[in-house]
C-alpha cells in the first residue's frame, strides 16, 4: 500500500507569510494527489485536486505543485482564517483504497 | 447545495453493532459514489470504506474488511455502515463523503456523527 508522509508535523508562522507544506508518497503516484483543509469543529474542505487544480471557491493564496512522489501545499500569505490542520491524501486503483497523509497543523505566530 | 447528514452514532460495547446513516441532498444522488471516512479523537483522516454510484462496487480499508458494511438506497438518497464487531479503535468521528469529479477524492462531507466503543 501507498504511505504518506508530511513535513513539518507543525508550524508558526505569521499573518502575511507564505508557508508551504510538502507531502510525500512512498511510490509514484503521478498527480493523484488532494488537499484538504480542517479547521477545528468544521468538516475537511478539498482545497486542491490533480495536484495543483483549485478546487472552486478556494482563495488563490492556496496553491498545489508537484507530480510522482513530492507534492507541496503552499499559502502565499497567510491569514488568520486559515488556521487548520492541512491533509494530502492519494488514491489507489489496485486495490482500490484512499490514503491521507498525517497532516499538518497551521497556527499563527 | 450539497448537503450530507450523519446520524446513528452512540455509544456502544465491545463486540457491538451500529449501523450509521447519511442522509444527502443537493446533487443527484445515484450517479456518484459515496465514502465513509473516520477521524479518531486526536488523530489523522482515515478513509473506512467506497460504494459505487450503483451500489456494486464495495471497497473497504483494511482495519475494517469483513466487520463494516457499506450500503445504499437511491430511492432515499442515502448511504449507510453497518458496524459489527466494533472495537475500542473503532472509537471516532465518523463522516460521509462524496465521491469527486474526477472520482479519487472527497468534495462533499457531512458534518459527522461521534461513535464511542466503551465498556
Redesign the interface.
Known sequence: ?IQMTQSPSSLSASVGDRVTITCRASQGITN?L?W?Q?KPGK????LI??ASTL?SGVPSRFSGSGSGTDFTLTISSLQPEDVA?Y?C?T?SSA?????????TKVEIK | HVQLVESGGGVVQPGGSLRLSCAASGFTFSTYGMHWVRQAPGKGLEWVALISYYGDDKYYADSVKGRFTISRDNSENTVYLQMNSLRAEDTATYYCAKVSSPPYYFDYWGQGTLVTVSS
Open positions: 500500500d493523484y488532494a484538504y480542517h468538516v475537511p474542505n478539498l485536486y490533480a478546487q490542520t491533509y491524501q488514491y486495490p482500490r483504497v484512499f490514503t491521507f497523509g498525517p497532516g
